[in-house]
Every structure is written in structure tokens, then in C-alpha cells.
């Protein structure tokens, strides 16, 4: 047969293609018989013959749709997003008028969960509600419900929110907003009854077990390891930020870990709160108590001075929501956590406090009965003090005055102030409560630990933190009479003894949540010691401290040898090759042929520009939202109602 008869013939046998067969033979791919009312394929096989629409491409046929009479249930709103889609694009939102905004609560979504996953079926909103987040007012006005009237943008996973979607692992998002006319808007939330995957199940846990542990130390009600973990379950915001630091802490204690996932929590809950701070019907206590979550991640960083960008903005949130000294709940937790970071932050540097101690508003009557228990009031008491003390110091003149008489004056004055600040410390000492007084005390000779120092025993957490303040306290007034030198008798005699109580404290310690007070006492403590055990042991203990919660003290280690006068590591090789290169220290008189081998260039490094002291804490001199250069410049909005008469709930 000719080879151009087979492609006709080839197409005269090709079979037509059904277009009226039933959908059966359809899904197994099947030529259909098109028999009415089964076709033969579905005879043999037993299956149902499914008729479908008929599958016409010139005639199509369209039904009606049957119309269900509406319910008292159903609700329709109108949604226009095209400013938020316009606002993505730069110039886009200039096209649009201005618009006031009205904010409209979000219809509520069900939890898209089988039945069969849920591991407990009394978890649940209804059965577990939270505790009220105030004392003083309605709960439905004011509080963690705001954030249910504010949420207008598209779905949680546009804006990286942290609401259990499979995008929450992606690469982080980006923090920078060069456009000035993007309107950012706080992303959609739902609340979560319980973490569901194993990763962010760990970071919470370390959080509460590691961070939030000293986070709470002046904290009674332990807002940050307790009950914050359960509203973040539905604040998106507030728990990126908990996974940040829970990361992060991982990323110090275990190399294994690396700070590409703490980094994008951070991020994360970074953006999220920039958004919320464009919103004047935000939630100022949510955004308050993230940034001071977030300036804590920063402390925890590698390089902290160089990821301050939050240390600002959360002392001006606090600001503007009216927390204080005299604050409850949440408000009172976030204020002293902030005070307290700042605080050692200024005795490190020999900075003055920016927030003035008389403006905290701490209760200061010592003969007023407190009642049993109340610790954490002591400690805020004793933290004043130090503050007070951190200002004094400071504030040392560089100078004296051209005039004897006056440099008299001056020296007097600030002799009188040093004695009140001698004798608040002595009454805090004498008025506190027995529970903050040491159980046990071991002299070191007492001892089976072989340590130099004596062992303190104090049982409460906020005990021991007040005694590390307190202590610490009175070594700086050793340190800064303005009369005796602290080489006196007296003040050195003071001296030792509270850097003793200082080392014996932290030396025989268990509890990892006074991690951060212990490292900054003991390195006022650790100034002031000649022996030469003393001194290795207390590098022990800040190795231990390292190992145990991840606290860099690297830093500490080289300004303590510094200080005591230890050869440092680069210099003990060049000590060992001293001989090598010239022998006229030893005998001047000869005279060596050395002097005509070439001398080496001297090598000049780069040194770090040395942070200022004695001045106002640089960092949080502009943190008010009512400077002109105040933090979140580009992403600030005032919010809409006054803060301070509004926010003054508590979170219990």
C-alpha cells in the first residue's frame, strides 16, 4: 500500500469524539455508548452512571440557580480595599481624596479544626475564657477587646502575621518603609486555643521557662511567664514576639540553634507593631507590652547597642498609656521591667537615669504597714534608691570651682545628699520584712564548697533581687563620698563587706531568673577585690552564668583584668619575646647592635569610640511621643482617644 493512503485510512477508523457520555466513563477515561439510562461500561463494572451537563460548545444551556429565602443569621458587608491595594504602590494612595476612616468589627471565623485533632475537647473558648484585663472599668470598652474593633485589612498571611498559617516559616519579611504614603494596618487576628506545631511549642516553652522567668523577677503576678503566653494565642503580635525571645535565648545556650528564626520572629512582630502604631483605634497596652518584649530580644542580641530600635519606643508607649510606679497589672509589670533594663544599663555606662526617680511615683513610706508577702514593693522601693544613687554618681563634678569657698559649698551640699541616700539605704535594711533577710548564712571556712565567699541563702526570688540592689547600693556609696576617699578605713571597710554579701549571693545561687541583676552586681563588686582566689572565682561564676542562661561575659571578663591589673592575653606573648628583640632593659649600659635592625611599624588598629559617661542616657533622652525627634518617626500616628485615663486596667 502507497505511504499516503495511511494516514487517510488512519483517520477514517479514528473514533468520534463523545460529547454526550456520562461522567463515569469520563473520570476512567473510557469511550461512553451514550445508553440511556446506563451506559455499557457502568453495566459490566456495577458503578453508577452519572449524568452531567451536556457538553456542547455551540449550544450551552443555562439554568437558573434555585434562590434560598434569606435567614435571620445571615449578615452581608461591603469591603472596599482598593485604598489598602492603592497604598502598596507609591503615588497610589495620592490618587484617592481623604477619607475618614471607620473602623468595622470583622466577622468572626470558625476554628478550621477536625473533630477528631482536637486533643481536649474542654479547650475551648467558651469553657477557658481568659481572666478579665482590668479592675477598674468594663471590660467590653476597654482592654484586649479593642483589638477585635480595629482589624479592617485583607487575610493574616498578606502581612506574615503569626497565626498558625503554613506561611508562617517563609523569609522574613521586610522592615523597611521608604513610602510615606503606605497606610499600614493591623492584620486580621483569630484567636487560637492552644500552639500546634512543634517549633513555636519550643520557643514558647523556653520562653516561660527561661526568659519570662527573669523577666518576672520584680513582678508578682508573673504577667510575662504565666498569663501573657495565653492572650498571645490571640495577638499575633505579642506572640512572635514571645517566639523571638524564645529563639534567641535557644541561639545562646546551643550552637546548633541559629538566629535566622529568632531574626524573623522579630521581624515579624517588628512589622506587625508599625502597623498597629498607624492605627489611631490600635490597642495601646497590646503595642506597650510587645516593644518592651521586643527591647528585651534586643538586649539578648549579639551586638545590643547596635539593635536598639525599640528601647525608645517602649518607654514612649508606656509613656502614653500613663504606666507608673503607682500602675497595676500589666501596666506595673511593663514599667518596672523597663525601669529595671534601664537602670543597669545606666549603672554600666555611668549613665544618669533619663526617667527621673521622683517622677516614678513609688510609694516611699517605710512605717506604713505592708502586708505579708509583699516583696516585689520593697524591691521597687530599693530600685528608686539605686536610681537615685545612679544620678548622684553621675553627676561627680569634673571640675572644681575657681572659687575655694564655693568648691566648699559645692562639696558640702553634695555631702548632705550622699547621707540621705546612706540613710535611706540603712532604714530600706532595717524596715524591710523578715522574709527578705537571709535564712542561712555560712562563713566560707563553714562551707564544703571550697568558695572564698561566704553562702547567703534567700528563698524568694524578689528577696534576692532587693539584696543584690541593695548591696550594690551601698558599694557605689563606698565608691562616691564626696568627703572620704573609699581607700579610707571606713569606706573601705564598707566596701568589702557588701561585695562579700555581692559574691556570696551570686556564688551559691540557683535561681537562673536573677541572672541579669547578679551580673551587673557582681561586676561592681568585682572592682573592688585584691585577692587573687577572689578574683579567678568570680570569673567561674560569671562562666557559670554564661552556661546557664547565655548572658554574654565576654566584655566583663576583660574589663575586671583590666581593672585588676592582670597582663593581658596580647600582651603576654609579646612579653615572652621580649628578650628576643632588645637587651637594653636589662643592661642600659650596653650597647647593643640591635639598634640598627629595622624597628617594625606600629600597627594602628582601629579603636572603638568610647561611649560618653556621666551624661542623661542618650538612648531614652527623646523617648516621648510628644518630642519633635520622638521614636517610630515615619510609622506613628496619636492614637484617637486619650491614653492615660483609658489604659489604667490590669491584666490579672
Not at 508573673?222 to 492572650?231: A, E, N, Q
Not at 524578689?462 to 564626696?482: D, E, K, S, W
Not at 637587651?583 to 606600629?602: D, E, K, R
Request: charged fraction near 20%.
Amino acid at each position: 500500500m502507497p505511504a499516503p493512503d495511511r494516514p487517510a485510512a488512519d483517520a477514517t477508523n479514528k473514533p468520534k469524539r463523545v460529547r454526550t457520555g456520562c461522567l463515569t466513563c469520563r473520570e476512567r477515561h473510557l469511550k461512553c455508548d451514550e445508553g440511556v439510562p446506563d451506559c455499557l461500561n457502568c453495566k459490566k463494572s456495577s458503578r453508577e452512571c452519572k449524568r452531567g451537563v451536556r457538553l456542547n460548545f455551540i449550544d450551552t444551556t443555562v439554568k437558573s440557580p434555585k434562590i434560598l429565602p434569606p435567614t435571620a443569621d445571615w449578615k452581608v458587608v461591603f469591603q472596599d480595599e482598593s485604598r489598602e491595594i492603592a497604598s502598596e504602590y507609591v503615588g497610589g494612595l495620592s490618587r484617592y481624596a481623604k477619607l475618614q476612616q471607620t473602623v468595622t468589627p470583622p466577622r468572626k471565623q470558625p476554628y478550621d479544626v477536625p473533630l477528631q485533632t482536637v486533643i481536649d475537647p474542654m479547650i475551648t473558648s467558651e469553657n477557658n475564657a481568659l481572666p478579665p484585663l482590668q479592675l477598674n472599668g468594663s471590660f467590653s470598652d476597654i482592654g484586649l477587646s479593642m483589638k477585635q474593633e480595629q482589624s479592617h485589612s485583607r487575610n493574616t498571611s498578606r502581612h506574615h502575621s503569626h497565626a498558625g498559617s503554613d506561611g508562617s516559616y517563609l523569609a522574613p519579611p521586610s522592615t523597611s518603609y521608604s513610602n510615606p504614603d503606605r497606610i499600614l494596618t493591623p492584620p486580621r487576628t483569630e484567636t487560637r486555643d492552644y500552639l500546634n506545631t512543634a517549633e513555636e511549642v519550643l520557643f514558647m516553652q523556653v520562653f516561660v521557662e527561661e526568659v519570662g522567668l527573669w523577666m518576672d523577677s520584680m513582678d508578682s503576678m508573673k504577667h510575662f511567664s504565666r498569663l501573657l503566653p495565653f492572650h498571645s494565642l490571640g495577638e499575633p503580635m505579642l506572640l512572635n514576639a514571645f517566639l523571638a525571645c524564645g529563639a534567641r535565648h535557644l541561639t545562646l545556650v546551643n550552637p546548633m540553634y541559629h538566629e535566622d528564626k529568632a531574626l524573623y520572629y522579630y521581624d515579624t512582630a517588628t512589622t506587625q507593631l508599625l502597623r498597629c502604631l498607624q492605627n489611631p483605634e490600635r490597642d495601646t497596652v497590646m503595642c506597650a507590652t510587645t516593644a518592651v518584649i521586643l527591647n528585651v530580644y534586643e538586649i539578648m542580641s549579639e551586638k545590643a547597642m547596635q539593635r536598639m530600635n525599640h528601647i525608645a519606643g517602649a518607654r514612649a508607649l508606656i509613656k502614653e498609656c500613663g504606666w507608673s510606679a503607682r500602675s497595676t497589672g500589666i501596666g506595673a509589670a511593663c514599667f518596672w521591667l523597663n525601669v529595671g533594663m534601664e537602670l543597669l544599663s545606666c549603672l554600666h555606662f555611668n549613665w544618669q537615669v533619663a526617667w527621673e526617680p521622683d517622677q516614678w511615683g513609688v510609694d516611699m513610706d517605710f512605717h506604713r504597714e505592708d502586708p505579708v508577702g509583699n516583696e516585689e514593693l520593697w524591691v521597687h522601693r530599693m530600685l528608686y534608691i539605686v536610681g537615685k544613687i545612679a544620678n548622684f554618681r553621675a553627676s561627680i563634678p569634673r571640675f572644681k570651682e575657681p572659687s575655694p569657698q564655693d568648691e566648699q559649698a559645692r562639696v558640702r551640699n553634695r555631702f548632705n545628699e550622699w547621707q540621705k541616700l546612706k540613710a535611706l539605704c540603712d532604714s530600706w535594711n532595717s524596715k524591710i520584712p523578715r522574709t527578705m533577710h537571709p535564712m542561712a548564712y555560712l562563713y566560707p571556712t563553714q562551707t564544703a564548697t571550697k568558695s572564698a565567699f561566704p553562702e547567703v541563702w534567700l528563698i524568694k526570688r524578689a528577696t534576692i533581687v532587693g539584696r543584690l540592689f541593695y548591696h550594690t547600693a551601698m558599694c557605689l556609696l563606698a565608691q562616691i563620698n564626696p568627703l572620704m576617699s573609699k581607700e579610707t578605713e571606713e569606706m573601705n571597710s564598707m566596701l568589702m563587706t557588701h561585695a562579700h554579701q555581692i559574691c556570696g549571693i551570686t556564688a551559691h545561687v540557683k535561681d537562673r531568673g536573677v541572672a541579669s541583676v547578679a551580673l551587673r552586681s557582681l561586676a561592681i563588686a568585682a572592682e573592688c577585690l585584691v585577692v587573687r582566689r577572689e578574683q579567678e572565682e568570680v570569673l567561674e561564676i560569671f562562666e557559670k552564668i554564661r552556661k546557664e542562661t547565655g548572658w554574654k561575659v565576654g566584655f566583663l571578663n576583660k574589663e575586671l583584668k583590666v581593672k585588676w591589673g592582670w597582663p593581658s592575653e596580647e600582651a603576654a606573648p609579646q612579653q615572652m619575646a621580649a628578650p628576643q628583640v632588645s637587651v637594653a632593659q636589662f643592661f642600659p649600659n650596653t650597647q647593643a647592635s640591635v639598634s640598627n635592625l629595622p624597628l617594625a611599624p606600629p600597627q594602628s588598629q582601629p579603636q572603638p569610640r568610647a561611649i560618653p559617661s556621666g551624661i542623661l542616657n542618650p538612648l531614652l533622652k527623646s523617648a516621648d511621643f510628644s518630642l519633635p525627634n520622638h521614636p517610630y518617626q515615619q510609622h506613628y500616628m496619636p492614637p484617637s482617644q486619650p491614653q492615660h485615663s483609658q489604659f489604667n486596667h490590669s491584666w490579672t
